[in-house]
Structure formats: C-alpha cells, structure tokens
C-alpha cells in the first residue's frame, strides 16, 4: 500500500523545525531555477522542441481537456499504485524517460549514474538511452535491484545494433525499447540558432566509444581521434527501418521489446502481430516534428489496439495529476522526462528524487481524495471532458 502521500507531511513537519524546501515544489519554479542553473546551450537543448513547439506546449496542455470526476466514501484510507510489467512488479506506474543528454545536465557530467542511483532509491525503472556518458554497464551497475530497460536508437551497422543489445542483456536489463521518431533530428530552431548539437560534439557517445564493433569500424582509437570517432557516429547514427526490419529486430532478442513513438493503432496492431512485447506511445516530448497531435489523444487508440498488451506513454506529464489522467487513458506505465532532467541540474541525484517523490505525492494523494484506491479504479469512465478549458 502506497505511503507516497506523506511526503507532504513530512515537508510540513520539518517546516515545524523551520526547514523549508530548498527544491521547487511547483514545476513552474522547478523549470526556472534548472533553467538558471544550465549553461544557454543545455538548456536550449533540453527545453527546446521542434518548430515553434507548439506540439510540446499541445502535449501538456492536452491534459487540460480532462478532469478526474470525484467520487465519495470509497474507503481510499490506502491506495495501490504498484503495477506489473513484463514479471516485475514495480513500486509504482512511474519510470524514467530516456534521454540522451543526461550525463552533461549533472555538474560532473555524470547524470546518467545519478539518474541511476536515483531509480535506486526510488524503484522507479531507468529507461537509459544509447546515447550515454557513461556506458550501459556502469549505469546498470548504479541500478541495483531496481529494472532498467534499454532504449536502442538502431544504428545502420546491424552488428553494431547486436552488439548493444547484446551488452544490454548481459548488463541485466529488463527490456528493450527501439525509439522509431528519431532516426533523423528534426527541425530545431532554438538549437539551429546557437548551431549545437551536443553530440556531434562527442557528448554521450561512450556506449559507441566502449563497443568492440564500433571501435573496430575506426581507423584510431577514439581516445587518440575523438573527431573521427564522432563523424563515423554521425553516419552510422539513424535507420530509417521500415517494417520489413521487424523481425531482424526482433530476432536480436529474447528480453521484451517495445517500440516508442507509436501513436497510429494500425501500427500497433501491425507491431503486435510481429511479435512485439509492448508499445511505447510518444510524442517524443515534441522534439522532434510540430503542428502534429499530441501523445495524449494518441493514448485511447493505442491503448485499445494494443488489446492488452502493455503501453508505456510520455510526453506533457508535469504533475500528479497528470499520471493519474494517463493512467486512467489506459497507460500501463507513465514516463517522465522533462521535469527530471531539471531536478538533475538543479539539486544532483537529490534533485531527481524529490521530482519523483513529488509526482508520486500529488498521484497518491490525488486519488485519495477523489475516490480511487487502486490503479485498477482507474479508467477511462472516470474522466469527465472539461467545458472550461484554462
Ligand atoms: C534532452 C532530451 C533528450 C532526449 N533523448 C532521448 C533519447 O536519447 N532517446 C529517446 O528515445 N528519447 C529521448 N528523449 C525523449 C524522451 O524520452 C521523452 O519522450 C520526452 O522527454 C517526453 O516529453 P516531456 O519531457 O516533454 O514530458 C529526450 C528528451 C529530452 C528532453
Ligand atoms: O534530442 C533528442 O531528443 C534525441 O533523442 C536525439 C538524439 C540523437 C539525434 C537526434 C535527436
């Protein structure tokens, strides 16, 4: 039974001893104090979208369009908000989206460790990208006994995506998820207007720069030629897969393997007869094309089509009640990504346990008082379609 609520009593009994928070509690001061702790071009890079980002305001705001009808005397003095996906019973429906540029939003360039101790503390499953400062071995070191999935951007050398899902399952990962919205980067003006792109700068390559068959595809060593390396990265990088690259994927292995950004049912169902284990509907956060729907409207056709099997949904999750509303749409698990990498760069490992601690709070107490005890509780008849939208 979930105890997560009393965070906030714990907050108001240390404000007793004249403690207060030194973490943002909304995420309006949460994005403007990470924001004056980043430098302009990792900031850029993590706040900024695609186009004029109309489609990554759209994806927060969608959750606008619903409300939780509240219901009364439903027993809600403990609340279940554990979840099963593939075997693991996880603590809670949260996990951490991937991303790429994590390692460089910690002071010490290791934010993909503490990323990792941070799903540590909390049971909240790791999502680690490809794209890493750390290798994925290390990251899964720093997990413990909490899951990480593997998120592969499949590069054009098949041996080379063999080889990384090949360590990942080694490394003891629980799953694989092949991101499909991002086999090329998409127009971004914030990013065009200081021309940078971090990895083409050679941040976040180190599961490239640590992997026998990339190595053996440079002429020196990336530690004596970083610059090569990081050109041969920018070749190899995207696939543009089509399905008929399916079933080589899915002969790559036997751990689950989940594909993100499937937002069409048709290509759920198409996913599904292929012998995928789950789906991952996205938006990717908005980063990567605008003026297109937004990843919540996606969810209630995904979700039938997916007639069971699990999917994963982010893009737009601020709050509490947030999770609750994707949960209620039929998400299994609900990814966070923004709000985590400003608590990295604002307060360290800390920093992403206190985003995740609050989220969980707000998702608790949220269903407590309005009526939902479990997650099962959760559905898509609890929703009300707001006449007033802010
Ligand atoms: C800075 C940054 C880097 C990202 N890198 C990756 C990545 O390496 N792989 C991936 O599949 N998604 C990546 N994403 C997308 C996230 O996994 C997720 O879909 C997105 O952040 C959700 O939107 P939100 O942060 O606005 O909620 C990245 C997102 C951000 C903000
Ligand atoms: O920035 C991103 O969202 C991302 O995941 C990415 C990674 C490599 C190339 C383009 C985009």
Excluded at 307 to 334: E, I, N, W
Aim: glycine share 10%; aromatic share 8%; proline share 7%.
């Amino acid at each position: 039974m979930s105890g997560y609520g009393d965070y906030s009593l714990e907050i108001y009994l240390n404000g007793l001893n004249g403690v207060v928070p030194d973490l943002p509690m909304t995420y309006a001061d949460l994005e403007a104090r990470a924001s004056a702790a980043m430098s302009p071009a990792l900031l850029s890079y993590v706040a900024g979208g695609a186009g004029d980002e109309f489609t990554q305001r759209a994806n927060a705001a969608a959750f606008g369009q619903w409300g939780l009808i509240p219901r009364m005397l439903r027993a809600t003095g403990s609340r279940a908000l554990s979840v099963d996906l593939f075997g693991m019973t996880l603590p809670s429906p949260l996990f951490l989206a991937p991303i790429g540029v994590i390692g460089l939003c910690a002071q010490d360039g290791h934010g993909d460790l503490a990323t990792a101790r941070a799903a540590a503390r909390t049971g909240v499953p790791m999502v680690a990208s490809t794209l890493m400062n750390d290798p994925l071995e290390a990251v899964a070191a720093d997990l413990g006994d909490t899951p990480g999935l593997f998120q592969l951007y499949t590069p054009r050398d098949r041996d080379l995506a063999a080889s990384l899902v090949q360590r990942a399952e080694t490394a003891g990962y629980r799953g694989i998820v092949v991101t499909l919205d991002t086999w090329m980067l998409g127009w971004r003006p914030r990013d065009l207007s200081v021309a940078n792109f971090p990895q083409l700068r050679g941040n976040a390559l180190a599961n490239y720069t640590s992997d026998p068959v990339f190595r053996a595809s440079l002429a020196k060593p990336p530690e004596e030629d970083m610059p090569a390396a990081t050109l041969q990265w920018a070749t190899i990088f995207g696939n543009p897969l089509s399905w008929d690259d399916l079933p080589w994927l899915r002969s790559l292995t036997s751990l689950p393997l989940l594909l993100k950004g499937v937002c069409h049912p048709e290509d759920v169902r198409r996913a599904r007869d292929l012998g995928v284990d789950g789906v991952y509907c996205s938006t990717h956060g908005g980063r990567q094309v605008n003026g297109g729907m937004t990843a919540l409207d996606a969810l209630p056709g995904v979700v039938e089509a997916a007639d069971g099997m699990p999917v994963l949904f982010d893009s737009g999750v601020r709050s509490g009640a947030d999770v609750v509303k994707a949960l209620a749409l039929g998400a299994t698990a609900v990814g966070i990504g923004r709000p985590y990498a400003y608590g990295l760069a604002l307060g360290g490992e800390d920093g992403i346990v206190h985003v995740l601690r609050s989220l969980l709070a707000e998702t608790d107490l949220t269903m407590a008082i309005d009526g939902y005890p479990s997650i099962a509780d959760l559905s898509p008849e609890a929703l009300h379609r707001n006449a007033f939208r802010a």
